[in-house]
């Protein structure tokens, strides 16, 4: 089965109720990359071993431990040797590669180019940061499998914040050079770029270091969801793209439900409605998007028929 696959069906007439698909909705690039390398591994050799979930989507795990991926941890990677393992889009630190190396296991490294270039302007940054007695700042999600990433490309030593409240971690009289998750959202690292202007005594560099696969959904979907009367986001309960996601389509249209698939979908949201549009994270395959749609095409217009 593609991943995404092609760009057909995203749209379903029934008698009364149409619902759409947004056509922007579907895995980003480095997922999509990511999810095919470990297809192709697994056509080649019936086991492979992935560290960390390589997307925050169960359904899509399942579908891929079916095909003979096993998703191991860094001290299970540590009790093997000589396995076929692929490092996610998220990207890993240098440790990571080391153990790799050591323990003899064949790597597939799936990391997003993206997040590559970005590792290798936060090692670079900390390197000059260090002769200059300055930190390096990364605003995003402190266990976050990319943050982790990141942060090890300076010898653990960046500063994560989170939120505001983080604020007191960061010396204001040192030199500072800050990046973003590639998956924050714009507005809130806007915010947090103000605050550290006004605060900054020293000299402060600011990276643009947003990905805009992930950016670019939020306007997209903004203008989406304010043309279906009801919207259905599909997202894993551990992506927290799709918890942010589904807020931006609440703000704009209160019908607006978060469902990890058909199990979560109650039929009274439907009442009276015509329109229903389906969307989901970056984690979201369009093949369950789809399976939604279908479900959905059948149930709903099987109700008003009743
Ligand atoms: S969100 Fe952007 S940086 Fe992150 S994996 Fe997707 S394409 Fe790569």
């Known amino acids: 089965m593609s991943t995404n696959g092609p760009n057909s069906d995203l749209i379903y007439k029934g ?11 579907g895995f980003c690039f480095g997922v999509d990359r990511a999810v095919h390398l470990a297809e192709s591994l697994l056509q080649k050799d019936s086991q492979a071993y992935c560290v960390g979930d390589i997307v925050h989507n169960q359904k899509e795990m399942d579908r891929l431990s079916q095909l003979g991926l096993t998703f191991v941890n860094h001290q299970e990677l540590e009790n093997q040797t000589s396995k076929k393992v692929l490092f996610r889009a998220h990207g890993e630190p240098p440790q990571s590669y080391q153990l790799a190396n050591q323990k003899q296991h064949q790597l597939t490294d799936a990391t997003c180019p993206v997040v590559v270039k970005l590792q290798q302007r936060v090692k670079k940054a900390w390197e000059t940061m260090i002769n200059l007695n300055g930190q390096v700042i990364i605003f ?12 090890g490309q300076t010898q ?38 103000e605050r550290i202007t006004s605060k900054a005594q020293s000299t402060l560099k600011i990276n643009d270091t947003i990905c805009r696969q992930v950016s670019s959904r ?14 259905i986001f599909v997202g894993g309960t551990k992506s927290s793209n799709a918890k942010f996601l589904h807020g931006v389509c609440k703000s704009h249209n209160p019908d607006s439900f978060l469902v990890s698939g058909v199990d979560d979908i109650q039929m009274e949201w439907f009442a009276g409605k015509t ?11 369009l093949w369950q998007l789809q399976e939604v749609a279908q479900w959905l095409h059948q149930n709903l217009n099987e109700q008003i028929k009743n």
């Open 15 to 25: 008698t009364t109720v149409t619902i759409e698909i947004d056509p922007h909705a």
């Open 140 to 151: 995003g999600k402190r266990n976050h499998a990319e943050v982790l990433g990141l942060v």
């Open 156 to 193: 653990n030593q960046a500063v994560v914040i989170e939120n505001m409240n983080d604020l007191d971690a960061i010396d204001f009289s040192r030199p500072i050079e800050v990046f973003s998750q590639t998956t924050s959202s714009l507005t809130d690292y806007k915010l947090f770029c």
């Open 218 to 231: 939020e306007p997209w979907l903004k203008a989406f969801v304010i043309t279906v009367e009801v919207m």
């Open 275 to 285: 329109r229903v549009g389906i969307s989901g994270a970056t984690s979201t395959p």
